[in-house]
Structure formats: C-alpha cells, structure tokens
C-alpha cells in the first residue's frame, strides 16, 4: 500500500516552545492531507485539513494560529505546534489520500508528543 | 465532531474463535473503510469497500458494506494473538476526503 512517513516519531519538549512535525507521502503525490489528534483510548480527531497551494482549513474549535499548518509541496505537510503547553500533548497523526477525491486515506505512523 | 457508532467497545476472546464488529450511522456513506491500529502506531487500512452490498475478504478478514449504505461489519475469522489492537470503522461521503470514523473496537485475545 502507499506509504506516508511522519518525522519525528516522538518529541518532548518544554512548555512555551513550538514543535514541528512533518508528513510525507513517500510514493505518490497528495495535493491535500490531514492531520489528526489522538488521546489515550479514544478515537482519531480530525483537526484540520492541509491543502497545497491554499490555506489550510481547520474544523471547529481548533485553533489555527496554535496549530500552523503548511503544504509546502505535493509531498509534505508540516504541523507547527506553538507555544506548547502540557495540555497539547498527544498522538498526531497525518493521512493523505492516494488520489484527488479519492476517500481512501493512508496514514503515518503518527508523532507522540510531550509536552513538560 | 460525528462519529459513527462503533460496536463492540471492547472483546476480550478466546485464540481461535471468530470476530465480529460493527458500525451504523443515520448518515449515508459512499465509502467504508476498516483500519487496525496498534499501540503507538497509525492506523493500517484493513479493507475498503465502495459499493452497497459489497463483499470483501482480505485474508482472515471479511467487511461488508450494507445495503442501507448506513452501516458495516468486520468478521475475523480463526483470530490469532497478533490480531490484537484496536480497529476503526470509517466512512466517507465525498466531501472533500474527509472520513468520519467510529470509536473503534479493542481486540484482546487470550492465547
């Protein structure tokens, strides 16, 4: 199957300091990708959707100028988290589909991050 | 956000036994999509399945899209420890990519 990587796997950091994350799709090209949070024991939260050449669009609650979402190209979405705090740590994860309008999606192995 | 609904939470079974989970909606879906997730890990798309009624197999596995287009179920069949994990449900509707997924099932099985 189609193969997104995400870099890093995990990351601890200190409160106030932003972290970056990175989404791949390593074989095929995603013109929009999305981005995911999950906590302990629960489902996948869909919090913004990464579209390359626009801005990304963010579903209801999460904030945009918190979570900085670039697709810098039709391999690569990255997802800046500012100013961290304890509360933002969690599992992100990132998925693309294979094709435009395809419903398909693959995801990453997904960034645990905590924040200290 | 909507979540599909998810059946059961939780299964704790015997190796060898069969499996079986479900999902249901008040909202039609085009797509379903079966993903097993394991500890610490992104979900791994299981089976996909596009048509109402369709039938599909992936080894073990069986999922079937419902004729309603409301609703799926997973069968595993002669599980093994290694199907241990959570599996999710997910369906879409055309609207942009996006998936709605269910709250997932935790598998456990007892060797």
């Known amino acids: 199957g189609a193969v997104v990587s995400q870099h890093p796997s995990w990351v601890i950091c200190k409160s106030g300091t932003s972290v970056k994350i990175e989404c791949r799709s390593l074989?095929?090209?995603?013109?929009?990708m999305f981005w995911y949070r999950q906590f302990p024991k629960q489902s996948l939260m869909l919090m913004a959707t990464?579209?390359?050449?626009?801005?990304?669009?963010?579903e209801q609650g999460v904030e945009k100028d918190k979570f900085l979402i670039n697709h810098a190209s039709l391999t690569l979405s990255t997802l800046t988290v500012t100013s961290a705090h304890p509360e933002d740590s969690s599992f992100y994860i990132c998925s693309a589909p294979l094709a435009p309008l395809q419903e398909t999606q693959y995801f990453g192995p997904g960034t645990r991050l905590l924040v200290l | 956000g909507q979540q599909l609904n998810q059946s059961p939470q939780s299964m704790f079974i015997q190796e060898g036994e069969d499996v079986s989970m479900n999902c249901t909606s008040s909202?039609?879906?085009?797509?379903w999509l079966w993903y097993k997730q394991d500890p610490g890990e992104g979900p791994v798309l299981l089976i996909a399945?596009?048509?109402?009624?369709e039938l599909t197999s992936n080894g073990r596995l069986t999922a079937q899209f419902g004729i309603t287009r409301k609703d799926s179920f997973l069968n595993i069949s002669a599980s093994i420890p290694s199907d241990v994990g959570i599996y999710f449900c997910a369906g879409g509707n055309n609207a942009g990519n996006m998936l709605t997924f269910g709250g997932g099932t935790r598998l456990m099985v007892k060797p």
């Open positions: 074989d095929f090209q995603a013109t929009t």
């Open positions: 909202s039609i879906f085009n797509t």
């Open positions: 990464s579209n390359e050449g626009s801005k990304a669009t963010y």
């Open positions: 399945l596009y048509k109402a009624g």
